[in-house]
């Protein structure tokens, strides 16, 4: 299937969720928020929550600085 992952579009295999994309595309999950089409992802419902072709999702890194 095909996402849109913070603007670049990737064939990812169905049946991934929040967590499963995290793994690949993240360094961590510590300081991570997920949004999908707009809506964030709470944490808990990351190991459950199925992604579909053509959703939009946004993995949003904390960063400290000044």
Same mark, same amino acid.
Do not use: C, F, Y
């Given at each position: 299937?095909? @996402?849109? /992952?913070?603007?670049? &579009?990737? %064939? /990812?295999? +169905? !049946? &991934? $969720?929040? /967590? +499963?994309? @995290?793994? $690949?595309? *993240?360094?961590? $999950?510590? !300081?991570?928020?997920?949004?999908? +089409?707009?809506? /964030?992802?709470?944490? *808990?419902?990351?190991?459950?929550?199925? @992604? &579909? +072709? !053509? %959703?939009?999702?946004? @993995?949003?890194? *904390? %960063? %400290?600085? !000044?």
């Amino acid at each position: 299937m095909e @996402l849109t /992952i913070n603007g670049t &579009t990737r %064939q /990812i295999p +169905d !049946g &991934t $969720t929040v /967590i +499963d994309l @995290l793994k $690949t595309h *993240a360094r961590s $999950t510590e !300081g991570v928020a997920v949004a999908v +089409d707009g809506e /964030i992802v709470h944490r *808990a419902h990351w190991p459950h929550s199925v @992604l &579909t +072709d !053509g %959703q939009a999702v946004e @993995l949003i890194t *904390a %960063q %400290q600085g !000044g």
